[in-house]
């Protein structure tokens, strides 16, 4: 698999994937579950600090690439909604942009 660099080859390729993304997100609503494969990550420590020891090491998780697709479906229709609707608080601003 080789990786995709331009930006119009990214949109274009995920595109191709909506027919293939629709029915599995709907299924995931309807049933409330996950594949356990999606469940799965690869988890690596990733050096923090100047000296060697543990505690300068931080996890890095790498999870299925196309849970995290629909987790972004759902998180920027969620922020429509929400922004819509006028439902979050001028406050609350560490997990939006534009805040």
């Known amino acids: 698999m080789t990786m995709l660099r331009s930006k119009h ?4 390729t995920l595109s191709a994937t909506i027919p293939y993304l629709a029915p ?20 690596f420590p990733i050096h923090k600090g100047d000296s060697p020891i ?3 090491y931080g996890p890095v998780s790498l999870t299925a690439i196309i849970c ?17 609707n006028d ?3 001028e406050g609350q601003h ?5 805040y």
């Open 68 to 84: 995290k697709q629909i987790e972004h479906v759902i998180t920027s229709y969620l922020r429509q909604v929400w922004d819509k």
């Open 94 to 98: 560490g997990f939006r942009p534009g």
């Open 24 to 43: 599995l997100l709907d299924i995931t609503i309807n049933t409330a579950t996950l594949p356990c494969d999606w469940k799965r990550a690869t988890i």
């Open 9 to 12: 080859t990214n949109f274009t």
């Open 87 to 89: 439902w979050l608080y």
């Open 54 to 56: 543990v505690t300068n």
